[in-house]
């Protein structure tokens, strides 16, 4: 691996965690970082055993996402990969991108947090482009597989003559899912914050109201509501015919009617004075709380389904593909685990990317596949 460094910021958490061992076992010999340094001495020291070879036995460096300059020592130079999962993104993630921008170096991370990833994209990727840095945001259960099977249906449907415009994409948990202490943050944090969508060639504010029904195999439809992905700004440059993406979440299950409604109301609540600080204030106490989530039992019972449509320019199917894999916070863990290696021995070009237009479908397709992650149809 040579001089190849991948430091992993927000090591101690829940997705930390499972990303490290990830990356333990996978010899990666990361930096695990983070801002209590005895947590990080006792991860370390429980990993170690698990690494192939002394060498490449984990090391460990203290940063605090709230003191830029700590995070920027983190990084030595361009080819240094920083993976963080450190969140709420949209209050703690903006020290690690500034560090990797002004290092030139690798950078991906765990948010789910619109807001975040549109800054990524608008904000981060110019400068990036300057100084060398590749960014890949959202490389977790959202939205990577969204992005994989959105480019699997297009070249498919390109492969039989056709001209896929629009792409719909649905996310969706198999069985029982339970949340980190993480993910509630984040949730709670994106409440209130506008949404986008890609339609009619651009990025627009806002989404369309309701819900809507995606085939999941097995004579199943569930239902979704609509978000903002990293779809929006990755499959348009895979796919340069799409004029439309949408990307649904239907993680829900039978709540999720009820989640778009309350949704629609959030966003309207948000012009109301004094609501913003109520709702920090509830992501700064949830926040507090880090570390938890589903043990392996729990998360053995749940498993990533992943649906996308591509229809032409006059509204015809041209197929759909359905991706399963392993739970969303396992998974989670082996694609930062794959992306950092990837972004260290891959020539990515410099600035904000979507996952295939980082890496080529082929080799997205076949990197989830070794961890499980396979098309069904
Ligand atoms: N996109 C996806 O599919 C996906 C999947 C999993 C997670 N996520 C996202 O990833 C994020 C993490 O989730 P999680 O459940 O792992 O969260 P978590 O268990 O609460 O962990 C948060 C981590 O951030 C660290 N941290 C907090 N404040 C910090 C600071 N000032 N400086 C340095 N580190 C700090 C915590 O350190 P301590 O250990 O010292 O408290 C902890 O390591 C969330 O935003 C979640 O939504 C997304």
Not at 78 to 89: A, I, Q
Not at 259 to 268: I, L, T, Y
Not at 309 to 314: G, N, P, R
Request: glycine share 14%.
């Amino acid at each position: 691996m040579g001089s190849m460094r991948i430091v992993l910021l927000g090591a101690t958490g829940y997705t930390g965690r499972l990303a490290a061992e990830t990356m333990v076992r996978a010899g990666l010999a990361p930096t695990l970082a983070g801002r209590r340094h005895d947590d990080l001495v006792r991860l370390a020291d429980r990993l170690a055993p698990l690494a192939p070879s002394p060498q490449t036995e984990p090391g460990i460096a203290v940063a605090d996402a709230t003191d830029s300059a700590s995070v920027r020592t983190l990084l030595h130079d361009g080819d240094d990969v920083l993976v963080s999962t450190v969140g709420p993104f949209m209050e703690l993630g903006t020290a690690a991108v500034a560090a990797a921008v002004d290092a030139g170096a690798g950078y991906l991370d765990s948010t789910g947090e619109p807001p975040f990833i549109r800054s990524i994209f608008q904000e981060w990727g110019p400068r990036a482009e300057e100084t060398g840095a590749r960014l890949i945001p959202a490389f977790g259960y959202d939205y990577v597989p969204g992005n994989l099977a959105g480019a699997i249906v297009c070249a498919r449907a390109r492969e039989t003559g056709h001209t896929p415009t629009r792409v719909d994409v649905g996310y969706f948990v198999d069985g029982e899912f339970g949340l980190s202490s993480g993910t509630k943050a984040s949730a709670a944090g994106v409440m209130l914050s506008p949404s986008f969508g890609f339609r009619q060639g651009q990025l627009l504010k806002g989404n369309p109201s309701g819900t809507r029904s995606f085939d999941v195999g097995r004579n199943r439809s569930w239902k979704a509501m609509p978000v903002a992905g990293s779809e929006h700004f990755g499959l348009p440059r895979v796919e340069s015919d799409l004029t439309d993406v949408g990307v649904w979440l239907g993680w829900a299950g039978r709540w999720t009617p009820a989640a778009a409604v309350a949704g629609q109301v959030a966003g309207s609540l948000a012009a109301i004075p004094g609501i913003d600080s109520g709702v920090t204030a509830l992501r700064r106490r949830l926040a507090k709380t880090t570390g938890q989530g589903p043990d392996s039992a729990a998360r053995g019972r749940a498993r990533t389904l992943v649906v996308a449509e591509a229809t032409d320019a006059v509204g015809r199917p041209l197929g759909t593909v359905c991706l399963t894999g392993p739970s969303p916070y396992d998974l989670t863990a082996e694609l930062l685990a794959w992306g950092a290696v990837s972004l260290a021995t891959k020539g990515v070009s410099p600035g904000a990317h979507g996952p295939v237009d980082a890496f080529g479908l082929d080799v997205v397709e076949r990197g989830c596949a070794d961890m499980g992650l396979i098309a069904i149809t």
